[in-house]
């Protein structure tokens, strides 16, 4: 007993007071900020083995971004990664930053179905899906729920079971071989449901994007209400991801 | 035993030419005859398409002599063939894995079941019969955050007779992309991704092997660094299953305590590469982020702080009846059958069998510092449980000696040019889970033609299948969160 009280008093506080303006310790590759330096775009582009550099005008596409760091270690001034963790949005589009754009990525309020804040702004279960990832997403949520992010405290949690869940939160490029399961997941969650891509794997394919053994169909019958990218998505990321989409 | 095999270290290349083929009678028996000695086991096993034939190439590791036997055999398509497995269980997987990808026939093979190709809902699980007997189906969706596999019990009463574990959801097609992806930036990524807990282990066999295959050799540094990762990769690991092993027997304070001090370690890693799994840190021929006096101050100081908490936990715990009495014989595998399941990691390290490749096939800078791997007898929970605690121990010491020898870092960017043409390479990594194993060959024009991976998942989920034999089902969860294998690095 003695000895359970000194560990307790040796942890301190280990809670992050407040996740909406905690920090990433050192170096952390957040949302990019693309200088307007004139770089040959072709070679730029080139440079990114996903494919999430476009050019006229330069762009990275956060969707399909493995956050590599490839393309910032070639072109240095022509792109650098800010450690700002908030990159998840709900519009695709909004995933795309352009040359010589430096602002916060957000939400577009208008386009958050109503019933999402009227119903889950306090209390929000989600059923986690696996579907061909490599495990990192999945560390990296189970991370929200320790007693540093606490992502229990807004009364956001991860259910067992699909019927008391709220919807599904996606990770992986979708195999085929889990393309059925997952359909009979969302289906298995009582209305109304929400969908969430966790990590670019799950949003666009990754470096896994046009392999035979997937099936992404799922994502051509359901709309997708939050999109948080990253490989794996940071515990800051994903939780005021789900933050931004439930409440004000 | 036909006498004319190929011995060469990890790491090392060879010519395509220089490798010894035989017909495939002496390849069965001299594969049998091989790995009838307990100091060998069977590293990596595949097919390729060699012109108009298939090629069949062994690796098999020997612990004692260090270093690896390769020999290879070709064989018609659509050939049928004596199984090898019929007499020595360890080749069981990789057999069915050659005939899922290749289509050839082990006649007499033990139990033809699909590895990852089983079209959901079209496979035919194992039945017994039985008045008494009921089946047990969980997944592929658990119930906690975690990947997707199929577990099919069948039991009496609370008793576990049988438990067949159908994996493959994950399946998205590493090796493939690996062929299709020209790139090495793209290859590299994928080597990553094959096990995201594990990305540092995985991209270190990739750029050991791509480095054999260009002939170059990474300086010192790249080394060391890629040492250092592997070891807090490790740490972070085991630091984070002590806590789940804790949540799965409701020892809260243990849950919250290993919890939170998995955090310092990948934490550090993100102030080094950017990355809190180490994503991004391992790169083939360079040292992508430099390690500086200020982060070793860093590393230090979170260390010395780690290490009086996890210390404390860890004599909680190991002196906790209520604990111990749910890890105590729980869930055992015994000596002998990790032995035939050809068991590597900690599966086998918990069950008696020594095998590191840190110790046994040195890679990086391993070889001088002398790990002497830990082992226990009892193969149980307790056992795999306390291997983590020795093995966190003696991590700390590693990287208390790397720090010592600190090398200087340029941060320079290198290539480590192009892969010699009609070679093979092989590379042994010890991931926190045990034995990675990656094998590349190139054809006349350099281009990889094959490219093979063995996460140590790949042998060990028949070690979890196996330990649950004889137990209740509720103690299953604690037995799985003790291997902890993964899905996505046997899937592929």
């Known amino acids: ?248 | 035993m036909n006498t004319n095999i190929l011995h060469i270290t990890n790491g090392s290349r060879v010519s395509v030419a220089e490798i010894p083929l035989m017909d495939y009678e002496s390849f069965r028996a001299t594969t049998l005859e091989l790995m009838g000695d307990k100091a060998r086991h069977c590293v990596s096993y595949f097919a390729y398409p060699n012109a108009s034939a298939l090629r069949l190439m062994m690796c098999i590791a020997d612990d004692a002599a260090h270093d690896i036997l390769v020999y290879a055999c070709d064989v018609e398509k659509g050939a049928t063939l004596t199984s090898a497995a019929a007499d020595c269980l360890a080749l069981e997987r990789y057999e069915r894995e050659i005939h899922e990808n290749w289509g050839l026939e082990f006649a007499g093979h033990p139990w033809y079941k699909p590895v990852r190709d089983f079209m959901p809902g079209k496979y035919k699980f194992y039945e017994m019969e039985g008045e008494e007997l009921h089946e047990v189906g969980v997944g592929p969706v658990h119930a906690g955050v975690i990947e997707p596999g199929h577990f099919r019990f069948i039991c009496n009463g609370e008793d576990v007779l049988h438990l067949e574990i159908q994996l493959g959801w994950q399946h998205r097609g590493v090796e493939h992309l690996m062929l299709e992806k020209k790139r090495l930036i793209e290859r590299v990524l994928l080597a990553e991704g094959i096990a995201g807990d594990t990305s540092v282990s995985h991209s270190t066999a990739f750029a050991t092997v791509w480095e054999s295959l260009c002939g170059f050799q990474p300086s010192k540094e790249v080394l060391w660094a890629r040492t250092l990762a592997s070891e807090l990769e490790r740490m972070a690991n085991h630091t984070g299953d002590l806590g789940a092993i804790c949540g799965d027997v409701a020892y809260q304070l243990g849950a919250a305590v290993y919890g939170r001090l998995r955090t310092p370690i990948v934490n550090f890693s993100q102030r080094w590469c950017g990355n809190r799994l180490g994503k991004g840190n391992v790169r083939p021929a360079y040292a992508p982020y430099a390690f500086t006096e200020e982060l070793r101050q860093q590393l230090l100081s979170d260390l010395a702080a780690y290490e009086r908490d996890f210390l404390e936990m860890c004599d909680k715990i190991q002196h906790f009846p209520s604990v111990l009495s749910r890890l105590d014989r729980t869930g055992i595998v015994k000596t002998e059958q990790a032995e035939s399941i050809g068991a590597v990691g900690m599966a086998a390290k918990c069950a008696g069998v020594c095998r590191d490749t840190r110790a046994s096939h040195p890679y990086a800078l391993y070889g001088g510092l002398n790990v002497e791997p830990v082992v226990k007898s009892s193969g149980d929970v307790l056992a795999r449980t306390e291997l983590r605690i020795d093995e966190v121990k003696q991590s700390l010491a590693i990287v208390r000696a790397l720090l010592e020898q600190m090398p200087s870092f340029d941060g320079q960017m290198r290539s480590a040019g192009t892969p010699a043409a009609d070679s093979f390479a092989i590379a042994l990594t010890e991931g926190w889970r045990g034995e990675i194993c990656h094998c590349a060959i190139t054809g006349a024009d350099g281009e990889l033609v094959a490219y093979k991976v063995k996460d140590p998942s790949f042998h060990n989920w028949m070690a979890l299948a196996l330990a649950v034999r004889g137990n209740e089902i509720s103690d299953f969860p604690i037995c799985n969160k003790s291997f902890n294998l993964s899905y996505c690095g046997h899937d592929l």
């Not at chain 1, 905690?22 to 040959?40: C, H, L, N, Q, Y």
């Open chain 1, 1 to 248: 007993m003695l000895k359970s009280l000194k560990i307790f008093l040796h942890q301190g506080k280990q809670f992050i007071p407040d996740v909406r303006t905690a920090k990433a310790p050192g170096v952390f590759r957040g949302r990019p900020v693309i200088s307007t330096e004139k770089v040959d775009e072709k070679a730029f582009a080139d440079v990114c083995p996903t494919g999430a550099i476009g050019t006229a005008p330069v762009s990275i596409d956060l969707g399909k971004c493995l956050f590599c760091g490839e393309c910032e270690r070639c072109f240095p001034h022509k792109v650098h990664f800010t450690d700002d963790t908030h990159m998840a949005t709900n519009v695709r589009e909004r995933l795309i930053i352009r040359e010589g754009e430096d602002k916060p990525i957000e939400l577009d309020k208008s386009a958050i179905r109503p019933e999402i804040r009227k119903v889950f702004s306090g209390s929000l279960k989600l059923r986690q899906v696996s579907a061909g990832g490599d495990g990192s997403c999945e560390a990296e949520l189970n991370a929200t729920g320790n007693v540093q992010f606490d992502l229990g405290r807004y009364g956001i949690e991860f259910a067992a079971s699909p019927r008391h869940a709220d919807g599904v939160l996606v990770t992986g490029p979708i195999s085929a071989n889990m393309a059925k399961a997952l359909e009979l997941t969302y289906e298995a969650c009582p209305e109304p449901r929400i969908v969430v891509l966790d990590g670019t794997d799950a949003i666009s394919g990754g470096m896994f994007a046009g392999s035979p053994d997937l099936d992404r169909s799922f994502l051509d019958t359901h709309d997708v209400d939050l999109y948080i990218p990253g490989n794996p998505a940071h515990p800051l990321t994903v939780i005021n991801g789900l933050l931004d989409l439930t409440r004000e």
